[in-house]
């Protein structure tokens, strides 16, 4: 027994051994993500070599080459995460919309999602925990590396990084290679400096978009009440939907309408919330995401016509464009500390209509909507699909998450059906236009997928259902509006680019800021390109997001590619 624990203690006294196992520990990410990313070769070689040969002359740097090990942490915590991220997606790093959605998801959602990756996380810690004890343990005793190790090191290390340097250039002068994208761990922190300045960037939204002016005019008659509500869903797709053609009855309120019209060719832009919705209140488009933080948003033309705005959310403050767009109307309340519940908002929707009698009124109500943990969304009462209480990510129980999930559909179906009886209940002019943020992959194929805002979007997370209903005395005011968007229905739709300018018209609010051709509403409405705002926030063609085969083939079904 004494040999044995001799033996080990010469082994962990090595710290020449230590300083050897830690780098190859540390590209266990790059090797992952060779396996996983379209790389070019060039790319994967460069991918390994770089960074090896970087941490291998790091350990050569000092003597005790466990204090190294140490100043290194947070590099494990950053492998770590990108094991988890792999784990969760199948492929991709750390992208700049992760690490955004770190700083705008509530703790509650974080702590829904973190549950379900213990797997992936024990994985990490089995490899960089006994790394982490090893270097205190070398730190304390104050072990070194030998003369003859630090040479070593040092001489491989520096020839290895420069025949790096000089593929790199000639692989960048060919044009097939952009290290601070393909090389990990430089690429994450190139995101994470990305990620900080976007953060910096909305936080001086105010400022940035003080001056910025509408100057819009109500062409509606001013002494007659309207009433315009935009509900945004959240995490909703069309699949799923009864109204777009899923055998399972998840719309029994809103089938039994006949004055609905649906849109079954709604594409998202982005698999992110806070892309979409921001996409949804202002003009921009994937391909001007970026002139956001000078521009107002839709509420602002509203408020400059004198309309009476709210803003009712279900989801938590989050320090994103949504939250300030948010601020500019007259009312904002955030329902947070209650159960998220999304029939908690026809309550407010009803009191600010009582109060605000005879008024204009503009009214955002933005929903929790099908965000897991599903069956968490809905009461007791409303569990129609079962069993339903699965709360685990795991593929074996997709029957129950699906269930699940559908019956969150089945709820959302019902808030809307009240808040349509609410306003049918006014005598007003009404129009009410739903649509959802973005979908979500619920283990639908072979790839397995879950969850969404992933750095690479699939069908499931973009098709997302909308419609639109209009009162009767708006119809006997506007028939043109309802024909149009009757005319317009089955037309491909990007939610996130048309809702803007659709809101604008049927509302009759006029700005220059108006595009006929991006209303549903016009009979100048163009379907516009199929775009996806990437990680990078640039507008890319869809079928050049990443999308796989199996995924472009059904947008190719529903005549979208």
């Known amino acids: ?35 996983t990313e379209p790389m070019p070769f060039m790319a994967k070689l460069l991918n390994i070599i770089v960074p090896l040969s970087i941490y291998f002359l790091l350990m050569s740097a000092r003597r005790n080459a466990g204090v190294t090990v140490l100043l290194l942490f947070i590099f494990m915590i950053m492998n770590g995460f990108q094991i988890v991220v792999l784990y969760l997606f199948g492929e991709s790093i750390i992208a700049i919309d992760m690490l955004i959605n770190c700083v705008t998801t509530d703790s509650s959602e974080a702590g829904e999602l973190l549950k379900n990756l213990v ?23 104050k072990l070194s590396t030998s003369d003859k190790f630090r040479m070593l090191s040092r001489r491989y290390g520096l020839i290895a990084l420069s025949c790096g340097i000089v593929l790199s250039a000639v692989a960048m002068l060919a044009g097939n290679f952009n290290p601070a994208r393909q090389i990990y761990p430089l690429n994450v922190i190139s995101n994470i400096v990305t990620a900080l300045h976007r953060t910096y960037q909305s936080a001086n939204y105010h400022k940035t978009s003080d001056k910025f002016r509408y100057n819009a005019v109500d062409t509606h008659d001013a002494n007659e009440e309207e009433i315009y509500v935009l509900v ?10 009864e109204l777009f053609g899923y055998d399972r009855p998840t719309n029994p309120r809103l089938s039994q309408r006949n004055n609905l019209i649906t849109f079954p060719r709604a594409i998202s832009q982005s698999n992110t919330t806070h892309k979409c919705v921001p996409m949804m209140l202002t003009h921009t488009t994937p391909l001007s995401f970026d002139s956001i933080m000078y521009r107002k948003s839709i509420i602002a033309a509203f ?20 939250q300030y767009f948010s601020e500019e109307a007259d009312e904002v309340e955030y329902l947070e500390g209650e159960e998220h519940y999304d029939h908690n908002l026809v309550g407010r929707l009803r009191n600010n209509l009582a109060k605000n009698k005879g008024k204009k009124h503009f009214i955002i109500l933005h929903t929790y909507g099908s965000h897991f943990n599903y069956n968490e969304r809905y ?13 685990q990510a795991n593929v074996r129980h997709r029957s129950e998450l699906l269930n699940a999930y559908d019956n969150a559909i089945r709820y959302t179906d019902a808030v809307i059906d009240d808040i349509i009886t609410e306003l049918d209940s006014t ?33 499931y997370q973009l098709h997302v259902p909308m419609l639109v209903w209009t009162s009767e005395e708006y119809d006997e005011a506007y028939p043109e509006i309802r024909n149009q968007l009757i005319a317009n229905k089955d037309m491909y739709i990007a939610p996130s680019q048309a809702i803007f300018h659709t809101v604008l018209q049927v509302s009759g609010i006029a700005t220059s800021y108006l595009d006929n051709a991006q209303s549903v509403a016009s009979s100048e409405y163009i379907s516009p390109t199929p ?3 990437n990680d990078y926030n640039e507008g890319q063609p869809l079928e050049k997001s990443g999308l796989k085969n199996c995924d472009i083939e059904i947008f190719r079904k529903i005549g979208i590619l």
């Open 1 to 35: 027994m004494n040999s044995f624990c001799k033996s080990i203690k010469r082994f962990f006294d090595n710290i020449n051994i230590l300083a050897v196992i830690f780098p190859l520990l540390m590209i266990v990410p790059n090797v992952l993500l060779n396996i």
């Open 119 to 141: 797997l992936p996380m024990v994985i990490s810690a089995l490899i960089y925990l006994p790394c982490i004890v090893w270097g205190v343990y070398s730190a304390v005793r």
């Open 232 to 241: 945004i869903g959240e995490t909703s797709r069309a699949i799923n939907w």
């Open 303 to 322: 408020n400059e016509v004198g309309y009476n705005t709210a803003v009712f959310s279900n989801q938590a403050k989050n320090h994103s464009y949504t």
């Open 379 to 391: 009461p007791e009462d409303m569990s129609y699909f079962k069993p339903d209480d699965a709360s």
């Open 427 to 459: 005598g007003a002019k009404a129009v009410l236009i739903y649509t959802s943020d973005h979908g979500e992959d619920i283990f639908d194929d072979d790839r397995e997928r879950f969850l969404h805002a992933s750095p690479v979007p699939t069908y």
């Open 531 to 533: 775009l996806y705002l």
